[in-house]
């Protein structure tokens, strides 16, 4: 008999929902219906069963087709594909979970290679500015239950991050906010009417690639000094009734999306972003929060953070230690100027995501794909390696949007043979030190760590 | 003096990284002492002389030592960076971090440059006759010490990020410059001669910034008050004084604000 999987966690947007609840075959092999999911998450679930789905790598022929190969030899061909190159690019982990994370860390610090994550093209900016200004955040819990004026700016849950607005933003009822939408003051601030601008008490439709002069209004504003009658195509009263809402409020929460961290002035946005939270906060509480895309791409930053210091852009080849600075170790900054000579996709789809230009440069040399899906990135690949779909097949840590870590499910399982991420790259891992006559002591140190007794024996 | 030539006869596939090119690192070796001294393309370690022809003998010293590279170093990152004294001249176009943490001593290269030139430096002087990319005199990510002292001067266009974060020191932009110019600055002084599009002195605390061309988008932080005869680098002329960023915090001193100042030529 099929049956019902509760409090499932779902693999697509940064709100990360972990209430979801799927009806799985009797044989535990196909998700028949779900429930609380939103139309996106919902099909996510349904796409791990279709029968047109890769389950073994495939390997690109001279003349341009494509072979079925074994894993043996995808994984052979990465390795020695990796070893070879001076600077590997190892790009992506939009989707997959912190576990696949750390073994890709351990494989890109045996190969010299740059490790990069999808923040490179989405929120990076948003760490340049928080290295610069710091992060006055909070959880959603606390958004839910305390925020009553809340501000969306250059982002569109109600479309980007379906569930974000009933679950913690616009909706709920919480501790503090016991009325829901009632109690909360919603202000977009949007070149567009989008259909969360449509929801907003105050809609400020500002000059594309001006956020960063309203922002200096609204502090300039909130220190008491005047400012000129229109900035960036505001009106000054619509500046004040904004900036007066928000003293006013008990608790600001400010979201910031791509319409923010994405036009001219990238992280000085966010960074200016961040100073008018901290200068809110000499008036009532204020938090700020980044509106992560995918449902793990805060993954990254918390994992390479611990391993080497830095959450993306980490350049590894100097072998001694690791060092970032995005404009020179960035995915498209690299393949743009030349600079790597093997690139490893993971879990993404960079050939969508990147521009033309900087995937011509890239298919110069070895490009591997290692993704569950046919995509683009895939279609173009020397190989394509697919894997397990995590949070559908395969369990593993994620990070939510505001940071808090869920463990996330597996309903069904996946196709014979398909590894996941994790048991992939530390099979690549281990080929490579085999190739290089070196112990694989990572390898080695997990079983210590597990308390497994490969390492003793 | 004592003068090294480097001529570059190969191309390095990828970029090289050549922190060992300063005159900190010659002083005191012979030329076949210097083609030996390790670079990196990648994870691979080379020597300088795989792709530098070397001649000539440096001095005993960083200050006897003068560097002239006889060619184009569009694919040499780190040139001159941390040095303390003596030159480096460079025929052609220089890639990133060019004077990167400088000390001292003069660096001129005759092309363009790429980003992060004179990133966080403290002393000496860089002369780019050509353009340069981002980040001219910035601060290092996340490091609230930004340029201290020297002097930068790039005699064509300039990008974004001029000295970002910077505590002192003079840049001069001889041409335009994109957006962002000494944010979050709490000294320095940044002369643009040519137009700015916007974003002059956001977040900025102290400091000046000269604009003798036009500021497209204003900062509604900055608030004018007056008109100022000025003398700016062989350039006498009238500016509107303005003092901002009026969001930003400011430090008092004798029971006055301090302000950053921005003056823009009156038209």
């Known amino acids: 008999m099929p049956k019902w999987i509760t409090q499932v966690g779902c693999p697509y947007c940064g709100s990360s929902c972990d209430d979801l609840e799927v009806l799985v075959s009797d044989d535990g092999r196909k998700v028949l219906e ?38 043996d030899e995808a994984i052979d061909y990465t390795a020695k594909a990796l070893l070879k190159a001076k600077k590997p690019l190892i790009y992506g982990f939009g989707s997959t979970n912190c576990e696949g994370m750390s073994a890709v860390g351990r494989v890109a610090e045996k190969a010299g290679a740059v490790l990069d994550n999808c923040a490179s093209i989405c929120h990076g900016p948003s760490f340049l500015a928080i290295f610069d200004n710091g992060y006055p955040s909070c ?86 000094h005047d400012i000129p009658d229109v900035v960036a195509g505001i009106k000054k009263e619509q500046i004040l009734e904004a900036a007066g809402k928000m003293k006013n409020g008990r608790f600001v929460m400010i979201f910031y999306g791509m319409g923010c961290c994405h036009t001219d002035g990238r992280n000085h946005n966010v960074d200016i972003a961040i100073s008018t939270t901290r200068d809110l906060n000499s008036h009532t509480k204020a938090s700020i929060m980044a509106m992560r895309g995918h449902y793990n791409i805060a993954g990254p930053g918390q994992v390479w953070s611990w391993q080497f210091g830095f959450p993306y852009c980490v350049d590894l080849s100097r072998g001694t230690h690791a060092h970032m600075n995005p404009g020179e170790t960035s995915s498209i900054d690299l393949a743009m100027r030349d600079e790597v000579d093997c690139f490893v996709n993971v879990g993404t789809d960079a050939g969508a995501h990147f521009p033309i230009e900087a995937v011509r440069h890239l298919k110069k040399h070895p490009f591997i794909t290692v993704d569950p899906n046919i995509c683009m990135a895939s279609e173009i690949s020397d190989l394509h390696i697919p894997v397990r779909v995590v949070g559908v097949e395969e369990p593993g840590v994620v990070y939510r949007m505001d940071n808090v870590p869920i463990q996330f499910k597996k309903v069904i399982d996946g196709p014979d043979g398909v590894p996941s991420d994790e048991e992939l790259f530390d099979k690549v891992y281990e080929r490579m030190c085999e190739l290089t006559e070196t112990e694989p002591i990572w390898i080695l140190n997990r079983g210590h760590a597990h308390g497994s007794s490969t390492a003793e024996q | 003096m004592a003068l090294v030539t480097l001529k570059p006869y190969k191309e390095p596939e990828l970029y090289l990284e050549c922190n060992n090119i300063s005159p900190d690192a010659f002083a005191g070796k012979t030329a076949a002492e210097i083609s030996e001294l390790e670079v990196r393309e990648g994870k691979t370690r080379v020597l300088l002389g795989d792709y530098f022809e070397v001649s000539g003998k440096p001095g005993d010293t960083a200050e006897e030592t003068d560097i002239h590279i006889a060619g184009d170093c569009s694919r ?115 002369i643009i001669k040519g137009d700015v599009e916007g974003r002059v002195g956001g977040q900025m605390v102290k400091g000046d910034i000269y604009v003798l061309g036009k500021i497209q988008y204003m900062l509604p932080g900055f608030k004018k008050i007056g008109t100022v005869e000025k003398d700016i680098d062989g350039v006498s002329a009238s500016f509107n004084h303005y003092i901002g960023d009026l969001g930003e915090r400011h430090p008092r001193s004798k029971g006055k604000d301090i302000y950053a100042n921005l003056f823009v030529m009156a038209s």
């Open chain 1, 139 to 224: 959880t959603l819990g606390e958004v839910k239950n305390r925020a009553d004026v809340v501000l969306f700016w250059g982002c569109n849950p109600m479309h980007a991050h379906p569930r974000h607005t009933s679950r913690y933003s616009i909706f709920p009822r919480g501790f503090f906010t016991t009325k829901g939408n009632m109690q909360r003051t919603i202000i977009c601030v949007d070149p567009r009417e989008t259909d969360t601008a449509k929801l907003a008490d105050i809609h400020l439709m500002i000059d594309q690639g001006h956020d960063y002069e309203l922002f200096d209004a609204f502090r300039t504003v909130l220190r008491g």
């Open chain 2, 76 to 190: 040499i990152k780190y040139l001159g960076t941390k040095m303390t004294a003596g030159s480096i001249k460079v025929d052609g176009n220089a890639d990133m971090y060019v004077g990167g943490w400088m000390k001292g001593g003069k660096i001129h290269i005759t092309g363009n440059v790429h980003s992060f030139c004179g990133i966080a430096m403290e002393g000496g002087e860089i002369i780019v006759d050509g353009n340069a990319e981002n980040y001219v005199g910035s601060a290092y990510r996340g490091d609230w010490r930004g340029m201290r002292g020297g002097t930068i001067r790039i005699r064509g266009n300039a990008g974004n990020d001029i000295g970002t974060f910077m505590l002192g020191g003079t840049i001069i932009i001889e041409k335009n410059a994109f957006i962002h110019v000494s944010t979050h600055a709490e000294g320095g002084c940044v």
């Open chain 1, 34 to 71: 779900t429930r609380n999911a939103c139309v996106i998450g919902n099909e996510i679930f349904h796409h791990a069963s279709s029968p047109n789905r890769p389950t073994r790598p495939r390997m690109r022929q001279e003349d341009g087709t494509v072979k079925e190969i074994t894993y």
